[in-house]
């Protein structure tokens, strides 16, 4: 890209917000009732972290894999590439996180999440649960069409923010390598977000995600039992 | 006022489109312009109350006229698979060319715009009636043929009129293809593109090196960047000129819906602040066209518009760049 220096965010945006929105819109209209489905399964990631069930690391891994892989040909590659080439990089990512996830997570069981009860854990609890059930309010918080909100497990951000508070409590450098997909899509959602005056919907995605962060910039845990197996 | 205008030529059935014309010296280009522009002057009482003639210019290459509003598709016509929008963007094509419109452009940059003129053009059986001006957008020069071929399939036509190198990308390997193209009559004009001021001394130099048809800058009353070198060495060179970003994507329409429109816009013959920054545009001599992007009808028909009627002369011009400059 010759004379970088003079592009803006907005010289990358491809589409009107409206075409976005109702993209997502047709979308939610497409795959219901899979939204609540997916909510289901993001109830389930909550309770596992709240949780001390045996196994509860390696299912949460598949939960997320199975929406993150979903998301990579639903979302991505089936809808957004038909307005944003790059989509189709984004379902390539995407289905990466789901392969790492599974295969580091629930194959080789090398995540493992702080328990329940501390207040790291409860952070994450909360905040998977806000996303959850709280996000998909922003659409009409922010004064657009409740059909086109974004729900954990079939939009990619709120799943990012969830993953990103799951991903946050595990132990090990092993945990950076899983984070690094979703930290890269807030960003970019953020970026998208902020280019499309959707800057409510910015501040959202990059500060929720910063405070889903925060165990992991806070470092490993001191305990040998949190850290990767 | 500046009268380099003409009637646009009563509307024929294309079937095929005419091999390339051999480049027209400059002089007899002059007495041309200076030839319609007379004649337009003699007719312009008679067709009063009449619909308005589309204001076009030559292409300096082959005297081709071409209506000097054409229709831009970045971001607009990017609506995917969407049929309500799909179907607003072809009536938005449909009214285009109902208003003596012909000049689209797009690239394979623009998602799924091509797409969606395809089937507007489709919807409609206007492919043979719009000059169709797509770009060459991707980084090996080899798969440059394949890419306008997919292209084309897209737009459903049955060739591109001009096709040019998109932002420059790879114009070593793609100019000598797009020449072939032409010789061959697979396309009609070559071209390059850039856009808000890149790369101008590359532009300059290609237009000084190469038997160029088009070149595709920016041009408003705030990016003149382009009035300094370009445009008179498009002038010189006998290079059309499309202007692209004549709102600069809408920006510089809504800082000026703060302001109410100078009364004498009514001279010549504007409305609203697009048609006065459309008219702006085209007033200048060498530009041959500009192609503001809309997905709306409305805006489309008010484009058009500004290809009709007087265009403002040097004074007009330089109150419009004050008038905007201060918004």
Redesign the interface.
Known sequence: M??WW?YTL??F????PR?YY??IE?YNVAIWPAQLVAAAVGVAVAVLLAGRRGGRDRIICGLLAGCWLWIAWSFHYQ?YA????AASWFAAAFALEALLLAGVGVIAGRIALRPAGSVRCTVAVVLVVMTVFCYPLLAALTGRSWTTSETFGVTPDPTAIATIAALALAGGRIRLLLLIVPVLWCAVAAATLWAMDSRTDAVVVAGVAVLALWPAIRGTPATGRLVAR | MVGTCFRVRPRRKITGMPPPRPVVPARRRALRVLAAAGAYAALRPAIAGEPRAVLTRPIPSSGEPVPVVGLGSWITFNVGSDPVARNACADVIRNFVAAGGRMIDSSPMYGSSQDVIGYGLGKAALAGRVFAADKVWISSGSEGREQIEQSRRKWQVNRFDLVQVHNLLNWQDHLPTLFAMKAAGQIRYVGITTSEGRRHRDIEQLMRSHPLDFVQVTYNPLDREVEARILPLARDRGIAVIVNRPFREGLLLRALARRPLPSWASDVDCKSWAQLVLKFIVAHPAVTCAIPATGNVAHVRENMAAASGPLPDAKLRERTIALVEGA
């Open positions: 010759s004379e003079t907005s010289d945006l491809m589409f009107a075409t109702r993209m047709l809808r038909q307005i944003n080439w």
